[in-house]
């Protein structure tokens, strides 16, 4: 099986800055995209950033300029780096990948348990 465990999230006031991680672990074959995503409470699942295999990062329009998006692939794991952060940037969140376990069969995404950030206004 396939496990994604966040880290790094935590308590940080407005304006300030946090490092978020996954690691990818398990039977692997291949990991394609990967994501960070979050969620407020009463609120649905919304995108942060997503990053290619080979380092293509796409962001939502919010957090560009603030937010940037890593991976290293050796380590299986990917990386949100927030700045400036916000209080409506409160959330648990969540990491994503796509991943191939064999090579013949098709890949699927996984996600991790979730971290929280709190940004107190």
């Known amino acids: 099986q396939v496990q994604l465990v966040e880290s790094g999230g935590g308590l940080v006031q407005a304006g300030g800055s946090l490092r978020l991680s996954c690691a990818v672990s398990?039977?692997?074959?291949?990991?394609?995209?990967m994501g960070w995503y979050r969620q407020a409470p009463g609120k649905q699942r919304e995108l942060v950033a997503t990053?290619?295999?080979?380092?293509?990062?796409n962001y939502a329009e919010s957090m560009k300029g603030r937010f940037t998006i890593s991976r290293d692939n050796a380590k299986n794991t990917v990386y949100l780096q927030m700045n400036s952060l916000k209080p409506e940037d409160t959330a648990v969140y969540y990491c994503?990948?796509?991943?191939?376990?064999?090579?013949?069969?098709?890949?699927?995404?996984?996600w991790g348990q979730g971290t929280q950030v709190t940004v107190p206004s």
């Open positions: 990053i290619t295999r080979g380092g293509i990062a």
């Open positions: 398990g039977s692997i074959f291949s990991i394609n995209a």
């Open positions: 994503n990948a796509g991943v191939k376990i064999m090579s013949l069969r098709p890949e699927s995404d996984y």
